[in-house]
């Protein structure tokens, strides 16, 4: 309805699914999401540029970190078929949150600060992390 309406409440409504609460939706995400719908192209069985086999390949530590409600890649489903694929995984499961979820938000200090804790090289953020 977004894309016929142009509407900031239908934006909202189209984003609830994929944050869990209306409250956690800022300014960013309605940005990203509203651009999202206006100049994405989306295929089906995206993303398609990884195969399982080079994943299986692949033997660097590697980190999954997937909301428990996240409506577009279930947390526990990704994590099931991380471990099946991926060697040197570990897994992180966002307790209530959703797919949009946002790492510089306040109640994801916990998770900022085990990343950061495990590694000692910069890291590019999509969402950069704002410290407080």
């Known amino acids: 309805m977004y894309l016929l309406t142009k509407s900031e409440k239908w934006l909202v409504k189209s984003i609830l699914p994929m944050e869990v609460k209306k409250e956690e ?16 192209k989306v295929k089906s069985g995206m993303p398609g540029n990884v195969k399982k086999n080079d994943l299986k390949q692949y033997k660097s530590p590697t980190l999954i970190i997937a909301g428990e409600k996240d409506v577009i890649f279930p947390g526990k489903k990704v994590i099931k078929r991380g471990k099946r694929i991926i060697a040197n995984l570990e897994t992180y499961i966002l307790s209530g949150r959703g797919h949009m979820n946002q790492m510089r ?8 600060t085990k990343v950061l804790a495990k590694i000692n090289q910069p890291i590019l953020w999509v969402f950069p ?4």
């Open 25 to 40: 939706i800022d300014k960013e995400s309605m940005i990203m999401v509203r651009s999202s719908f206006e100049n994405v």
């Open 129 to 132: 992390y704002k410290q407080q």
């Open 105 to 112: 938000s306040k109640r994801n200090e916990d998770i900022v």
